[in-house]
């Protein structure tokens, strides 16, 4: 059997992204001892009763103690507090790293408080589902999708492949890019449409002359892509718009001046122009399908008449 990449790990956090991550280093024998710990009592006890750690700890300072990685796993907005919790009992060579979809302010936040002898890789693995907490964790989540780690400049190369060892481990395929850029790339392809869906879905809510029971009944004509994404933890993505709020806004600048030249187009009747976009667009989808970052399969692949969705 291969060696772990890290002989003992220590997950601070252990919702949707701590549990897939548990889940996939035991399926690759990515790390020896799993430390794990959670900010309530009832988390922590739930991971343990699904046996996701080899221990576990109420204080983030004991979890973290002769850890050879650290991984935060919470929300984005409570990064520089976790630091500052583990600080003191990091080992001299640790690597720390987080899982958080803004990488900017993460940094900003957490690199004052980590001693000079850690190795700080924040990464960013892009892959989720709108599920939440411990129970929502599986092996599969990382594989073939992109993990990003975005080094600040100066980071020791051998932390940095280490780490990018360990999730190509987990299945993933990693990239190396600046938090700056990190946060404008993931403004446009996952915040604002996760902004755009929060966005119609409320609007359906507020309507008075759609019912509700109308907007149920006939979603399948699109709607209801919309609210699978619009399930998605509300803590997370609060963090997430406040912790990126620059690049969200360039992007949705951009955004609201291309909805207007379509709301001209439909006002005055400019079929071609539409037709040209949506063929542009319907390529892009084509092109997602041949990267292997989604399925072909018609409806998404949802199983019709056969109950569930499954997550994804
Ligand atoms: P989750 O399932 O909701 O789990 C959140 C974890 O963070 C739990 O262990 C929770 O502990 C803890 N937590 C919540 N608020 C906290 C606070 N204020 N201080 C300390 N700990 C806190 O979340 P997740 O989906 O795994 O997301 C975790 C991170 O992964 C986020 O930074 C997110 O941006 C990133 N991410 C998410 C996805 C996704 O699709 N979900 C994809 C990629 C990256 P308790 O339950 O004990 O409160």
Redesign the pocket.
């Known amino acids: 059997m291969t060696e772990p990449a890290f002989p003992r790990l220590a997950l601070?956090?252990?919702?949707?992204?701590?549990?897939?991550i548990s889940h996939a280093a035991r399926r690759a024998h990515a790390a020896g001892h799993i430390a794990i710990h959670?900010?309530?009592?009832?988390?922590?006890a739930r991971?343990e009763a699904l046996g996701l750690g080899d221990s576990y700890h109420a204080d983030p300072a004991d979890a973290v103690r002769d850890a050879d990685a650290v991984i935060?796993?919470?929300?984005?907005?409570?990064?520089g507090?976790?630091a500052a919790a583990i600080a003191p009992a990091l080992k001299p060579g640790a690597i720390v790293s987080?899982?958080?979809?803004?990488k900017a302010s993460?940094v900003a936040q957490v690199a004052p408080h980590l001693p000079a002898f850690v190795h700080f890789v924040p990464a960013?693995?892009?892959?989720?589902?709108?599920?939440?907490?411990?129970d929502?964790?599986f092996a599969a989540l990382f594989d073939n999708r992109w993990c990003i780690l975005t080094p600040p400049p100066g980071t020791d190369a051998e932390a940095v492949e280490r780490l990018h060892d360990f999730w190509r481990r987990l299945g993933a395929n990693v990239e190396v890019m600046t938090p700056e850029h990190h946060d404008l790339v993931l403004a446009i392809t996952s915040h604002v449409p996760h902004l755009i869906a929060y966005n119609i879905v409320g609007t359906a809510a507020h309507l008075e002359t759609v019912t509700q029971s109308e907007v149920m009944k006939f979603s399948a004509g699109g709607f209801r892509d919309f609210t699978r994404i619009a399930a998605?933890?509300p803590?997370?993505?609060r963090?997430?718009f406040l912790n990126n709020r620059e690049a969200v806004l360039e992007m949705l600048g951009r955004f609201t001046e291309d909805l207007a030249a379509l709301q001209r187009n439909i006002r005055y009747g400019e079929g071609d122009a539409l037709f040209e976009l949506f063929t542009r667009t319907r390529a892009i989808r084509r092109g997602i399908i041949a990267a292997g970052q989604e399925t072909d399969a018609p409806d998404f692949g949802r199983p019709h008449g056969s109950g569930e969705d499954a997550p994804g």
């Open positions: 601070i956090g252990i919702g949707l992204i701590g549990s897939s959670s900010r309530t009592p009832a988390t922590l991971a935060l796993c919470i929300p984005v907005g409570a990064s507090a976790a987080d899982v958080g979809s803004v993460v960013h693995p892009v892959a989720g589902t709108e599920y939440s907490g411990p929502a964790g998605s933890d803590t997370m993505w963090d997430v």
